[in-house]
């Protein structure tokens, strides 16, 4: 059955794939010789910490493609995540594409969205197009681009489009899924950890914003959650960090977010009894620049978010809040040392929950995130 958390909907994709085989079993699929292909054009309009974890992926298609260009097309949002990676030769930024935090399904699958994806797709000319976001309109792009090989899931809606489909299971990690990809070309390497590569400006940039804050050493709080079945309560944070202030006075508190997080912060402030304890990095710092700080904090806590999945691959002490719903042996932060939080009071229905907060995030006691944030700070 098909790889969506809805099972109506599992099951109406099921349907709408047999039906596609059934008109479309005439498609020819030919197979991809790597070595022969001169360009090689990557999808990915995603999120910031589905953009990292596909990191390894295309590391490897940079192995498995030696004479191709690749070409990465994102938008504006995740660039800056691939920036500077040397396995990339040329990143497009499609920024006429509805904003994926913020947009619904239905946005992306008019006509004229996949029409634009579909010109891109003409413009660069590839051999070969991976959908590596995993999505049916990049799978109708490619389609009408007439592209000769067109690689994607096979789990996924549309797979009948496709020359070649990648299959896995629904609890494996994330970056696992991206990297099924892989085994479509008999790739045999190893599934390495995601990394950032960041430039020596960023680096400064963090420099300079650690000294003049006289932050040194501190710890990362992400209020943040991009939607409100994965937040954690902000008096909760905003407790957690009191107990911190009173009893490690060494440590300052650094919160990382977008702009969009200046409410949270806002109401998170309000409730810290010794504010000048706290420095505002939100919307301060760009994302190469987040993830050189977050591998210099003495540990990080948030929920599941981009920059938990960035401080846990850096072995940065990570804690995190999760909601079951999300799936936590696919989403959960990877890396030596993480802990996650989470419990199940009660069925969430994640984007559709009304609960505010979710109950499954209040569950998660500030006493029971102490006892690891002490256990952490023993250490440092």
């Given at each position: ?6 099972y ?9 794939d047999g039906?596609?085989?059934?008109f ?5 699929r030919p197979?991809v010789?790597p070595h ?7 999808l990915?309009?995603?999120?910031l ?5 596909s ?7 940079r ?5 191709a260009?690749?070409?990465?097309a994102?938008?504006?949002w995740?660039q800056?995540?691939l ?15 509805p904003d ?6 239905k946005?992306f699958?008019?006509?004229?969205q996949i ?5 891109l797709?003409k ?7 991976i959908?590596?976001?995993?999505h ?9 681009a007439k ?5 994607g899931y096979?789990t996924?809606?549309?797979s009948f ?5 990648a299959?896995y ?7 696992k899924?991206?990297?099924s990809?892989t085994?479509?070309?008999h790739?045999s390497g190893p599934?390495?950890t995601?990394k950032?590569y960041?430039?020596?400006?960023d680096?400064k940039k963090v420099t300079d914003?650690?000294q003049?804050?006289h932050c040194?050493p501190?710890?990362v709080?992400?209020?943040?959650a ?7 309560p902000?008096q909760?944070?905003?407790d957690?960090?009191?107990?911190l202030?009173a009893?490690y006075p060494q440590?300052k508190?650094v919160i990382v977010g977008?702009?969009?997080?200046q409410?949270?912060y ?6 810290v009894?010794?504010?000048?304890r706290?420095v505002?990095a939100?919307g301060?710092?760009?994302i190469a620049?987040?993830y050189?700080l977050l591998?210099q ?6 929920n ?11 072995g ?6 999760m909601n079951?719903w999300s ?9 030596p ?5 989470y419990?199940?009071?009660h069925?969430?229905?994640g ?5 505010h907060p979710?109950?499954?995030m ?5 006493d029971?995130v102490?006892?690891?944030v002490?256990?952490?700070l023993a250490?440092?």
């Open positions: 059955m098909k790889d969506y958390r809805n109506s909907l599992r099951v109406l994709a099921t349907i709408i039906l596609g085989w059934l479309f079993f005439w498609l020819p197979k010789r022969e292909i001169k360009k090689l054009l990557i990915k309009f995603d999120r910490g589905d953009t990292f974890l990191e390894p992926t295309i590391a490897a298609l192995q498995i493609f030696p004479q260009q690749v070409v990465v994102c938008s504006p995740n800056e995540v920036s500077n990676h040397p396995a990339i030769d040329q990143i497009v930024s499609l920024s006429s594409l994926i935090h913020h947009s619904h399904l946005d699958l008019r006509l004229a029409k634009r994806v579909a010109n797709i413009e660069q000319q590839p051999e070969v197009v959908d590596l976001q995993g049916p309109f990049n799978v109708l792009a490619m389609f009408k592209v000769k090989y067109r690689v096979g996924k809606v549309g489009l496709l020359t070649a489909g299959h299971r629904r609890n494996w990690p994330q970056s899924i991206y990297f990809l085994t479509l070309f790739y599934l390495t995601p950032i960041v430039g020596e400006k680096i914003f650690i003049a804050n040194l501190f710890i709080f992400h209020l943040g991009g939607r409100s079945y994965r937040q954690w902000i909760y944070f905003a957690l960090a009191n107990r202030i009893n440590f508190i977008s702009q969009e997080d409410a949270l806002d109401s998170f402030i309000s409730l009894n010794k504010p000048d706290v505002n939100s301060e710092i760009n620049a987040l050189y591998g904090a003495q540990l990080f806590i948030g599941e978010s981009g920059p938990g999945h960035l401080a846990a691959a850096q940065t002490p990570t804690i995190s809040f079951p799936g936590v042996e696919r989403w959960q932060a990877r890396g040392k993480v802990t996650l939080f419990h199940a009071v069925h969430c229905r984007v559709r929950c009304h609960y979710c109950p499954n209040a569950a998660i006691s500030v029971e102490w006892v690891a002490q256990q952490y250490l440092c």
